[in-house]
């Protein structure tokens, strides 16, 4: 069965400072992973997917299929970034079902 | 463009009493997602339609809960009758069909007293 685990509830970081927010998922196949992320009062959003290989707002994520980690980097956090963010897999099936983790409360301090 | 619009925002009910949730998804998005989301968890997958099927209703309560999407649409999600552990947030989200970027709605937060 798909699982995602997301280890840390908050991870706090000093403006300026990297940040890694780690996802490991469970999943036999080749699944599609994500992530998602809720600002303060705002509704869950695509962040990223693997597949685009984009860097949005400064942030990366690599498939380590040896590994099946989908870490979410950036090199330099910002106030702004403070935020819940979670990883997600789509299975490569015909079910198409998006299983979210937990979820990380990232806080980024002045 | 309008986004995914649910209604209520909010709802407080007291246990035993019957609670029905509303969702328009985006114009043109085949799929449509309820997802159940307690606090400090992620959202958990209630029940998928695709059109007017519901193609993936597995982990959803059937004993207290039901669901439909008429005409393909809007979506309503139906707690009769409520229990004190259904307080929640009930998300909507809606996508084109196979792909994993679903747009969400901005939920509606349930408390059962």
């Known amino acids: 069965a798909q699982r995602v685990t997301q280890p840390e509830k908050l991870l706090s970081v000093f403006k300026g400072a990297p940040v890694e927010l780690k996802c490991n998922y469970s999943?036999?196949?080749?699944?599609?992973l994500f992530w998602y992320v809720q600002y303060s009062r705002q509704r869950l959003q695509l962040l990223l997917r693997?597949?685009s290989r984009e860097s949005i707002k400064g942030f990366t994520a690599d498939l380590n299929k040896g590994e099946t980690s989908f870490h979410l980097k950036k090199p330099f956090a910002q106030e702004e970034d403070s935020a819940m963010y979670y990883c997600?897999?789509?299975?490569?099936?015909?079910?198409?079902?998006?299983?979210f983790g937990s979820g990380t409360r990232l806080l980024v301090r002045p | 463009e309008a986004g995914v619009v649910q209604s209520p925002r909010y709802k407080i009910i007291e246990k035993k009493q019957p609670v029905a949730f509303w969702c328009n998804p985006i114009?043109?998005?085949?799929?449509l997602y309820w997802y159940l989301q307690n606090l400090g968890q992620g959202p958990e997958l209630l029940i998928r339609?695709?059109?007017?099927?519901?193609?993936?209703d597995s982990q959803l309560p059937k004993d207290r809960f039901s669901a439909e999407r008429l005409k393909g649409v809007d979506s309503t999600l139906k707690i009769q009758p409520a229990e004190l552990g259904d307080s929640a947030v009930y998300l909507c989200?809606?996508?084109?069909?196979?792909?994993?970027?679903?747009?969400f709605g901005e939920g509606s937060r349930l408390t059962v007293l």
């Open positions: 989200a809606s996508s084109k069909r196979g792909t994993g970027e679903l747009f």
């Open positions: 999943y036999s196949g080749s699944p599609e």
């Open positions: 693997h597949i």
């Open positions: 997600a897999t789509q299975g490569g099936d015909s079910s198409y079902k998006l299983i």
């Open positions: 114009s043109g998005h085949n799929t």
């Open positions: 339609y695709e059109n007017e099927e519901a193609v993936d």
